[in-house]
């Protein structure tokens, strides 16, 4: 009898998929070979999605199991994207020890030992991967057919332990928003268990393949879950108690200096308003300064959080 994964991984899977590969849409053929190459890595495989995505997916996929969420961030991202929060909730719910969250059109390099690496790096540190972007596509499941280049600018595998999920479910990130396929979820969380005391370290092998396509999200929406990014870390560095953490000083020091005008912009944001300005409501100098907040963000993550007890017991 083959033993129980030691990894459980979430994703949601959408019900339909477009990757376009030489005038032909590929996406179905793409998303089966995601699924598989999770599935032949040895994870354990959940998907989050609103109840009637379901029908949709469940006989495609029958080894993953899927779980029904009667929320989701539609209100701001016009598409019921499902909460971080519903993905850590399902996680929490299984034996694992360990487990993960990977956007579902990651497909994992074939032939490698994905538990491995991850097992002997993540206690105390939530692990996080960039993705391989690739211009090109094969038919044989699980294969990367080209060369790709590293995507810097944010982040699609996370790792870490099952403990960590309460910690990070206080942080309540369904009030603001945070999702999966929205920007600036995967700054949100590696920075919540980094408030707790977590390492925040990168996986650099494996690897997992992403075929490109084009960027989904509104500019409009990308300003608004900024400025819950910024409103977020001003809360939680209040007491200064977070200031502990050398490597955290500039993120929160920074969302200081943004908080005034993110606060502001949450108070009086709508989606409706977002879509007939598509972001021109937003000053060029603010918008300038959130853009490079979001780089240093991304490289204090990039470079790695915490190494020490005093850290994490300081951060608590």
């Not at 991984?9 to 339909?16: L, Y």
């Not at 993120?251 to 879509?275: C, D, F, Q």
Request: aromatic share 10%; proline share 6%; hydrophobic share 45%.
């Amino acid at each position: 009898m083959p033993s129980a994964p030691e990894i459980a991984i979430v994703t949601s899977i959408p019900p339909r998929i477009t990757r376009e590969q030489g005038g032909t849409n590929i996406g179905n053929l793409y998303q089966a070979d995601c699924v598989a190459s999770w599935l032949a890595a040895g994870f354990k495989v959940l998907s989050v999605n609103v109840r009637d995505e379901i029908s949709l997916l469940a006989d495609r996929y029958p080894q993953v199991e899927f779980v029904a969420t009667d929320r989701s961030a539609g209100a701001i991202a016009g598409r019921p994207t499902p909460l971080i929060d519903d993905l850590l909730l399902a996680l929490d719910r299984q034996p694992q020890a360990v487990v993960g969250i990977v956007n579902a059109d990651l497909c994992m390099e074939k032939g490698k030992d994905w538990i491995a690496p991850v097992m002997a790096s993540v206690a105390s540190t939530v692990l996080l991967g960039h993705r391989l972007d690739v211009e090109s596509w094969s038919t044989r499941p699980g294969e990367m057919a080209a060369p790709g280049f590293p995507y810097t600018g944010g982040f699609d595998l996370f790792f870490f332990e099952k403990s960590a999920i309460p910690k990070c479910l206080a942080a309540a990130g369904a009030k603001r928003f945070f999702s999966m396929g929205m920007p600036w979820w995967d700054f949100w969380f590696p920075i919540t268990l980094a408030l707790q005391g977590y390492r925040v370290a990168m996986l650099e092998e494996p690897l997992a393949g992403h075929l490109i396509h084009p960027i989904k999200y509104d500019p409009a929406v990308w300003e608004y879950m900024g400025a819950q990014f910024v409103d977020y870390v001003c809360q939680q560095a209040a007491d200064g108690a977070a200031l502990a953490i050398s490597e955290l000083v500039p993120v929160i020091e920074g969302a200081r200096e943004l908080g005034p005008r993110a606060e502001k912009e949450l108070r009086h944001w709508t989606r409706a308003r977002a879509l007939e300005d598509r972001g021109d409501k937003w000053s060029s100098r603010y918008k300038t300064n959130l853009e490079l907040y979001c780089g240093l963000t991304l490289k204090t993550l990039r470079n790695a959080i915490g190494s020490d007890d005093d850290r994490r017991a300081a951060a608590r």
